[in-house]
């Protein structure tokens, strides 16, 4: 069974606001990665952050990590409509470098 | 950095035939991993390489698939006598094997069985 699971599930938004997705895990980790999927095509890395690290900044895109929770979450700000996309979490399952396991994703939708 | 590369991009074919596909990872990465991923869902692990050696495959990888990376460079996975379940997209990634390095996905190869 995946072991990240995104919620909410689907996500719809004004274009200029943020767009908030959580993830929860079951196991320890080494790293959270997130990635963006647009329909069709091969995932996008976004994000990175280990395990030994709380929050982390790129762009416009903010992710949290609480080891203690087994949660994450990612913050977009200022969304745009090319944001509109699935976005999942994963997560190495303790050893990096290894299979990656993912949720089954949030699709974000930001309407212009 | 010209990505990773896969081909083809979409195959259709009659249950019971054998499909193969292939990956190119960006040139310096000496792992390779192999997902699948169904609609609505997020991708699976099915297995992966560092250079040439096969380091872990998954449950879902049944004895009607096989992957190899023969030169440690490109990687073919093979799936014999498909079945109507095996339509899904198939990813292929690639990554450094040192520290913590991001898998870079390739756009999949979409397999329809008839």
Redesign the interface.
């Known amino acids: 069974s995946q072991q990240g699971e995104e919620d909410p599930q689907a996500l719809s938004i004004q274009e200029g606001e943020n767009a908030t997705m959580n993830c929860s895990y079951k196991t320890s980790i080494n790293n959270l990665q997130w990635y963006r999927q647009n329909s069709g095509r091969g995932l996008v890395h976004l994000i990175l952050i280990r395990s030994n690290e709380r929050e982390k900044h790129s762009g416009r895109l903010r992710v949290t990590l609480d080891t203690s929770k087994k949660s994450s979450s990612l913050l977009i700000t200022a969304s745009r409509a090319a944001d509109t996309a699935s976005y999942f979490c994963a997560t190495d399952g303790g050893t990096s470098g290894s299979r990656l396991t993912f949720g089954e994703g949030t699709q974000l939708t930001v309407n212009p | 950095d010209t990505g990773?590369s896969?081909n083809p991009r979409h195959k259709i074919t009659k249950r019971g035939q054998n499909v193969t596909f292939r990956c190119d990872p960006i040139s310096e990465h000496n792992?390779l991993?192999w997902?699948r991923q169904t609609l609505?869902?997020?991708?699976?692990?099915l297995t992966?390489f560092q250079n040439e050696a096969q380091?872990?495959k998954?449950r879902l990888l049944s004895d009607r698939f096989s992957a190899e990376r023969p030169k440690g460079s490109f990687s073919t996975l093979e799936i014999q006598r498909t079945e109507q379940g095996d339509s899904a997209m198939y990813?292929c990634?690639s990554?450094l094997?040192?520290?913590?390095?991001?898998?870079?996905?390739?756009?999949?190869t979409?397999l329809s069985i008839l």
């Open positions: 990773v896969q792992r991993y997902y609505g869902q997020g991708p699976e692990f992966y380091l872990e998954s990813l990634a990554s094997g040192t520290g913590y390095q991001p898998q870079h996905f390739g756009d999949g979409r």
